[in-house]
């Protein structure tokens, strides 16, 4: 019934990563503003004018259909002049995908949206396109499962995927919704304590902890961080390191 | 190299049940105060005088030693005059477990708790175990592991276990750390939204909200909510509901 996603958590190499094109979003809307406002001109920007049609993947919703979903995000992409269509509309999803112009992954609960990802046997299918070059967006979990594992989601797991290798565009974790604050007058872990747990369990990745309002735009083998907010970069061994939007961040590929 | 624990989702009969002790906690130290130290009057008067020995399960720590994790909880229990012995440092971890007069399985990591469990292959021994009246204490990620699945856990999943699926002690799923509060200016899930995406999933079952603070004690077909907060119980279907701790929580046995 599953796929089984081969080689996902191998660190790919530039070469092969030479046509990717990633928008990596940390949410799809920042606190006291519209559904998926803040993401448009990024979006808009990535996906440039000779894109006409996007393919979306619904996958990560839970409490809303698919159908409602899709119709919320093409509300936004219709602003920005893009068609959406959802996957899971296709008849035959593969060869929806094998056709887009380009890949939205939306935000919602990422062990869903991986288990979705898994059931519809599709993450080698996206895999390939990508490394063709088909441009990939995603938010919240649409950009945890652009990493090679969701170690690094904040959700809760609560349907259980066959693994938790997903499809590696990028050699790193990303955490979306990073942020210090903590809830007041409660013991939970913090975000960062989280993190360092990670690290620690799998002492070869990085991960960047990417705020609200930012994004990580990926062409080839070069990468900017988008937004007027830094991010964090955790390294087993190494202070917890900052960088702002001017800052290199090519360590990272 | 894993055990699967088998039929650990199914429903336990409550005559298979009719010698189980658990104490399940929310967590292990309240806000401010000290480690471990709210949970001991309820350890004490639950475990009683004829239990001289403890045995403990480190393997939700990730950050610190199990020697240093089993040091610090040791200390407390010495306390309140109980011996504590941890499975890590048993050269037969199954025979010590047979031989166990009780058992305290702390919080840490859910994800790699559970992995630590089915890499000892420990799940079916300590069901077994606490089926013949093995008195069982968890707090945070080790209440969670009492539960059928460990999947309305907080924890980040930085490891991953071969299932979600765990001790099924009880027949409802516990969210421990249970709060209405929420990150100043954050877009992310309340924990309330998040249970009831659980809920959606997962429509047969019930999930707890555990109040920081509280516990639930269960002896054989008897439950009963510890601390001066109330607990919330989450069904399909059913508006959230609010429980103190003189009310009647037999439904959720």
Chains 1, 2 share one sequence.
Not at 16 to 41: D, H, I, Q, V
Not at 203 to 219: C, F, H
């Amino acid at each position: 019934m599953f796929q089984a996603c081969k080689d996902s958590t191998s660190r790919p190499t530039l070469q092969a990563m030479s046509r990717r094109r990633l928008l990596l979003l940390s949410n799809s809307t920042n606190y006291g503003e519209e559904y998926l406002r803040f993401p448009l001109s990024y979006i808009r920007n990535f996906l440039g004018e000779s894109v006409k049609r996007v393919l979306f993947i619904p996958f990560a919703g839970v409490r809303m259909t698919y159908d409602d979903y899709a119709a919320r995000v093409r509300e936004r992409f219709d602003e920005i002049g893009y068609a959406l269509d959802s996957i899971h509309e296709a008849s035959d999803p593969l060869r929806a995908l094998e056709e887009a112009e380009a890949l939205a992954v939306g935000g919602g609960n990422t062990f869903h949206l991986l288990r979705g990802l898994y059931e519809a046997n599709l993450l080698e299918a996206i895999r390939a396109r990508v490394l063709k070059g088909m441009p990939y967006i995603g938010w919240s979990a649409g950009s945890n499962v652009a990493c090679p594992t969701i170690k690094t989601t904040n959700d809760m797991p609560v349907v259980e995927p066959p693994s938790f290798n997903a499809l590696a565009l990028v050699p790193f974790q990303i955490n979306p919704h990073y942020t210090d604050a903590t809830v007041p007058n409660h013991n939970g872990e913090t975000r960062a304590e989280r993190l360092l747990e990670f690290i620690e369990a799998n002492a070869e990745m990085t991960v960047v902890g990417l705020k609200e309002g930012s994004a990580l735009r990926i062409e080839g083998s070069e990468i900017k961080l988008l937004g007027d907010k830094s991010l964090l970069v955790f390294r087993k061994g190494q202070e917890i390191a900052e960088y702002n939007p001017q800052d290199s961040l090519q360590f990272l590929l």
